[in-house]
């Protein structure tokens, strides 16, 4: 069974409707102790980093997470659920975050520009992913496949070891993580057509 974590804060029909599409049972819930049942978790979420961990917190759900990746259990982060895995962001002042993966959440600078062209922030739309290494979550998955971004934000890992694959965007930026059990991905899976739909396969069908 994977368990999609409602919290307030996320496309939670939209990613639910992708694992259906495989073929994979998804439940949502806004119960925290059913995460301790499940056999894998999703945490996704969209808007403001801070209040995402209030609603966290407020709804019960950071321990049950901490356990649950304790124990080894498959865990997918999406778009703001990878941000909310790094130690702090800087999004409306500095909040903390649940802090399983030690780094900061930052802003793209203002004035990028790419081949003389200004770049809006929001990252808005469509863009390429350079694969680092092998992870279960992108078997399939050509390195420079194109994906669905939607952020102000992103990540900077402490250890570049957990990265699992950048984009460019201005600057190289971290698209996706992955450290023991724990995946996540700056982008949408769930928005990212067959693509996603392949990483949502792979996600369901990961070995403990």
């Not at 119960?31 to 894998?40: G, V």
């Not at 420079?144 to 990540?155: I, Q, T």
């Amino acid at each position: 069974m994977i368990t999609i974590i409602d919290y307030g804060m996320g496309n939670l029909r939209s990613v639910q409707k992708g694992f259906e599409k495989i073929g994979a049972e998804a439940v949502v819930t806004s119960n925290p102790t059913d995460l301790l049942k499940a056999d894998r978790v999703v945490l996704p979420g969209v808007g403001a980093f801070r209040d995402c961990i209030h609603n966290l917190q407020q709804g019960g759900f950071v321990e049950p997470i901490l356990q649950v990746i304790q124990q080894g259990k498959p865990f997918l982060g999406i778009c703001l659920g990878l941000q909310l895995l790094f130690s702090e962001s800087e999004e409306f002042g500095l909040h903390r975050g649940l802090g399983v993966i030690p780094g900061r959440v930052v802003r793209f600078p203002e004035g990028m520009s790419e081949s003389g062209e200004k770049l809006p922030v929001p990252h808005m739309g469509w863009n390429q992913i350079t694969l680092q290494g092998g992870t279960p979550l992108f078997h399939g998955i050509a390195d420079g496949s194109n994906v669905y971004f939607v952020h102000s934000y992103y990540v900077m890992p402490d250890n570049p070891a957990v990265v699992a694959a950048t984009c460019r965007y201005g600057i190289t930026f971290c698209a996706a993580i992955r450290k023991d059990n724990i995946m996540a991905v700056q982008f949408h899976p769930e928005k990212s057509q067959a693509i996603g739909l392949q990483m949502l396969k792979n996600f369901a069908e990961m070995k403990d």
